[in-house]
Structures are given as structure tokens and as C-alpha cells.
């Protein structure tokens, strides 16, 4: 067997498979394990080193033993070891267990008294892999049947779903214990004085440039009222300030400067200035904001007066 696989194929075939191994095995996210762990890469450096020692020793003590042989062992290691795969006694058995093939010179017990124009038949018998794969394949084919015909195990587009539906479940628990990640969808009112006063100097610092430090507005429109260009309530207002507002109008976003946390804090202070009346306001601009989320307190009528203001400001 030494002699079939060259020493120049045997290391780095052993060698790839332990390096293959260990990537498979190692869990080192994005990267490889050998640059994530250095010490996978000493571990695999060794390995290589003793890999090549144990080649040249091996070589070594053989050349050695070989010198010390008689004449007539050497003649005869030179014989064993010139055999080829095909001709080695383990495969020769190997073969006739697998295909039960009878010798050549047996095939005139075989031969049927069929001869079609010349062209006669042999009964051989069927040869063992092909019979055992094919009992395997009736063996699997019932234990199919009973498990997905009759038990009713999931198929692979229930299975599909299955997935879909848990991994939905594992990234909304995600980002409820990962608030950076907030979204317009996920973001809440915060009502906290503490985080209000927070969102003031956010305010202070990155708005009131533009909408005063009041928020009655300047070059941007009032916030403190209740009408709203791009929609109010919170989700609206964190909204326009992750995404900025329409173009060309100077309201930038603000997703490169500001954490979300940070925007959310902001939107809230926003939306706790409502009603606080600055002096000398902007002149209102956009729709009264009705959030169709809140429950409706004052009746039918509110949503008809909405439509008549929304005419009187355009
Ligand atoms: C460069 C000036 C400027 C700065 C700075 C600025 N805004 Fe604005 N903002 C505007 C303009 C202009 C609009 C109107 C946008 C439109 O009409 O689409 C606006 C609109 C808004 C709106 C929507 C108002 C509505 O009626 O729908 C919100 C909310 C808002 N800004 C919040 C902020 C917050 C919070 C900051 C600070 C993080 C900020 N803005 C900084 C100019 C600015």
C-alpha cells in the first residue's frame, strides 16, 4: 500500500484534510479559524513539521532494515511490493465478494441453451452490490411511505415555513434586547423626564439651528403644533429624522450623526413640546395629524373638521 500513494500526495492530502477538519469544526464566524486563532495556525505549522519528521524517519529506518536483508528477503519484498492494486490478492477477494462472477473457465457450466443468431446467454448470478442496493432502496422507499404518506412528517415546504416562522421569532426576541437597532416600526414614546432632558440637548445642539431653540421654527417648520408635513406621532416624526424630509428642502437625515436611541430621545422631546405655544411661531404648514392608532375619544365628527382645516392652509 506504501507505494501507492507517493509520499509527495500522502502529506498534503493529510495535511488538508486535518487544515479542512479544523475549519469545519472550529466556529470562527466570517473568518477562517487559522487567521481568527493564531494558535490553530502553531497547532497546524506543528502538525505540518511532524508530518514531514515522521516521512524521513520512517524512510530512514526502511532503507536501514532493507540493508540488512539477505539476498534472497530482498528478492522477495522487491516482488511483494511491485504487485499493483489490480493484481493484490485483498482487492482480487474484494471483487469477487462484491460481483460473485465466476471464473472464465467455469462459464461453460452457465451457459443457457438460449442462442439468439448466434448470441448466447450466461446465468450468471445477480452480483451482491447490486442486489443489496436494491433491497436498500425497497427498504427506504417503505420507510418513506409510512414516514411522510401515512405519519404525515413535514414535508420540505412546511419545513420552509417552520423555519421562516422561528427565525421571525428569534429576531423580534434580538431586537427587543438590541434597542440600537430600533426601526420606525419598533420605536416607542419615551415619557421619562430624564431621557426628555436628553433629547432637549440633542435638540439643542443638532436642530435648533433650524427650527429654533424653542422648536417654533425657522427655516424648518414649527414643531410644536399639531399639524405636520410628513405625518406626526412618534413613528412618523423618527421617521422623518432617520430618513430626512423631502428633497431639496433642508431637512437632512440624520442616520449617519445619530443613534437610533439618540433619535428616539429627540422625536420624543418633539412631540412633548406639542401645545407649548412659542412666541412669534411659524406659520402652520402641513395636515393635523390624527393618529388612527389612538382610540377615537370625541366621536365622528372630528375627522370632517380635519379635511375642512387641511383646505383652509393650502
Ligand atoms: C438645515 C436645517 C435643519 C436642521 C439642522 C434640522 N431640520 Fe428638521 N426640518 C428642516 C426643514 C426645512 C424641514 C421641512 C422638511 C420638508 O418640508 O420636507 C424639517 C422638518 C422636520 C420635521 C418634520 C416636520 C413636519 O412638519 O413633518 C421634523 C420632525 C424635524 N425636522 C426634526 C428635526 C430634528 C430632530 C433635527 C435635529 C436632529 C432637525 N430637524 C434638524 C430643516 C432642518
Redo the contacts with the bound molecule.
Keep these: 500500500m506504501k507505494k501507492l500513494i507517493p509520499v509527495y500526495v500522502r502529506v498534503p492530502l493529510i495535511f488538508f484534510a486535518v487544515f479542512g477538519a479544523m475549519e469545519y469544526f472550529i466556529d470562527s464566524g466570517d473568518r477562517p479559524a487559522f487567521i481568527k486563532f493564531p494558535m490553530v495556525s502553531v497547532f497546524l505549522f506543528v502538525f505540518l513539521f511532524l508530518l514531514i519528521a515522521i516521512e524521513i524517519t520512517v524512510s530512514a529506518i526502511d532503507a536501514i532494515t532493507y540493508s540488512l536483508l539477505t539476498d534472497e528477503q530482498k528478492a522477495k519484498l522487491e516482488e511483494a511490493s511491485s504487485v499493483s492494486l489490480g493484481e493484490s490478492d485483498w482487492y482480487k477477494n474484494l471483487m469477487k465478494k462484491l460481483t460473485k462472477s465466476a471464473p472464465i473457465e467455469k462459464e461453460g457450466e452457465l451457459l443457457l441453451d438460449h442462442d439468439y443468431d448466434g448470441i448466447r446467454e450466461l446465468d450468471n448470478s445477480l452480483p451482491p452490490w447490486w442486489v443489496y442496493l436494491f433491497y436498500t432502496c425497497i427498504v427506504f422507499a417503505a420507510v418513506y411511505l409510512i414516514r411522510y404518506e401515512i405519519l404525515g412528517a413535514p414535508d420540505q415546504e412546511t419545513e420552509l415555513k417552520n423555519e421562516i416562522a422561528q427565525a421571525k421569532i428569534e429576531v423580534a426576541e434580538y431586537m427587543k434586547t438590541a434597542p440600537d437597532l430600533m426601526d420606525e416600526k419598533t420605536v416607542t414614546l419615551l415619557t421619562d423626564p430624564a431621557e426628555l432632558a436628553i433629547g432637549k440637548e440633542?435638540?439643542t445642539t443638532?436642530?435648533?439651528?433650524?427650527?429654533r431653540a424653542d422648536a417654533g421654527g425657522q427655516?424648518?417648520?414649527?414643531?410644536t403644533d399639531d399639524?405636520?408635513?410628513?405625518?406626526?406621532g412618534i413613528k412618523?416624526?423618527f421617521h422623518?429624522?432617520m430618513n430626512?424630509?423631502?428633497?431639496g428642502?433642508?431637512?437632512?437625515s440624520?442616520k449617519g450623526?445619530?443613534k437610533p436611541k439618540e433619535?428616539q430621545k429627540?422625536?420624543s422631546y418633539?412631540l412633548s413640546l406639542k401645545g407649548s405655544n412659542p412666541k412669534d411661531p411659524k406659520a402652520p404648514?402641513?395636515e393635523i395629524w390624527v393618529d388612527d392608532a389612538a382610540p377615537k375619544a370625541d366621536g365622528a365628527a372630528a375627522p370632517v373638521a380635519v379635511a375642512k382645516d387641511s383646505t383652509q392652509v393650502k
Excluded at 443638532?206 to 427650527?211: G, L, P, S, V, W
Excluded at 428642502?249 to 437632512?252: A, S
Aim: hydrophobic share 50%; proline share 2%.
Design positions: 440633542i435638540f443638532n436642530c435648533a439651528a433650524c427650527h427655516i424648518g417648520p414649527n414643531l399639524r405636520w408635513i410628513l405625518g406626526g412618523n416624526v422623518t429624522i430626512g424630509g423631502r428633497d428642502k433642508g431637512m437632512i440624520w450623526t445619530l433619535m429627540v422625536a418633539i404648514e402641513g
